[in-house]
């Protein structure tokens, strides 16, 4: 972490609620987007979604992993 990023507060989220999320986070369906300049699509399954105050969205990929057994 840089001095300059350790000195911003992180702005508040809060869950975003929409009818197709449990859609969204289906590995065998997932969400699919077109960015219109490029042409490319992107796509697949999110683990949640929030919403920042000036309403841009933040998708969440949480990862995890074991370590020895």
Not at 12 to 36: C, D, Y
Not at 45 to 64: C, E, F, M, N, T
């Amino acid at each position: 972490m840089t001095s300059s990023s350790a000195s911003v507060a992180p702005a508040a989220a809060i869950p975003f609620q929409h009818a197709e999320l449990e859609t969204w986070r289906s590995n065998f369906k997932g969400v699919r987007w077109t960015e219109p300049e490029s042409g490319w699509t992107f796509y697949g399954a999110i683990d949640d979604l929030w919403r920042k105050p000036d309403g841009s969205r933040i998708v969440v990929d949480y990862q995890g992993h074991r370590q020895g057994r």
